[in-house]
Structure formats: C-alpha cells, structure tokens
C-alpha cells in the first residue's frame, strides 16, 4: 500500500457556522494498494459517529472519500471533531489456488481535528 500524491487531505465546509445550521468535514486518501484505509470520525467529548446516517463514504480501488454532516449547537462550540485515518487487518483468506492475501495491514495512522466557531443565533 502507498499514497499517491500527498497525505490525506481534510476540511470543513465553513469555520464560522450559527447554530442550527450543518457543518460538514470530509477527509480524502489517495491511495494504492490493495489494503484500503479506514476513515472514523468522533467528537473531543468522546461521542463516536457509529451512526452512517450522517456519515457518507465513497470507495473505489484508488481512494476513500468519507464526509461526516451534523447539525450544530452552541455547545458544539468548545467541540473538536476529529478524524482517524488507519488501516484494518484483513482476516485471512482461504488457499484458493495457492494465492494467498496478505493480512498484515501498514502501521499508519492520520490524525486530524477541527474545532469550529459555533456562533449563537441569540
């Protein structure tokens, strides 16, 4: 596995957001290889996105484009949202012809947080 180009590139669609209104952040790998990686996203306060109702993911053999959307409060304003880029083990396969695929996925994690200024519509 290998990235093309540059690391992972994440953003967010504004940094000042009222509440009320949806903040959406994305994160894009490039990559090659046949291991592809895992996008999670959780909040600072230790809420997880388990949840694909607001996350959507799209997947090809070259890259992995995941963006989280989410309605904002104003106690979101003190909130980081943070995205974890990393690979999972695949489980092995079965000897199918004597062509094995290989479990053991990179040692690679990408860390990247966004706190956005939540503005009250008071």
Request: some cysteine.
């Amino acid at each position: 596995m290998m990235f093309t180009g540059n690391e992972p590139v994440c953003k967010a669609n504004k940094e000042n957001i009222m509440e009320g209104e949806y903040l959406q952040i994305q994160c894009i790998v490039n990559y090659t290889g046949g291991i592809s990686p895992a996008i999670k996203w959780y909040r600072s306060d230790g809420t997880n996105f388990d949840s694909y109702d607001n996350i959507i993911a799209i997947s090809s053999n070259a890259s992995v484009d995941s963006k989280l959307t989410t309605m904002m409060t104003i106690e979101d304003n003190a909130v980081s949202f943070i995205s974890n880029i990393s690979f999972n083990p695949l489980l092995p396969s079965s000897d199918k012809g004597g062509i094995h695929r290989a479990i053991n996925a990179p040692d690679y994690q990408f860390v990247w947080k966004y706190q956005p200024n939540v503005l009250c519509k008071c």
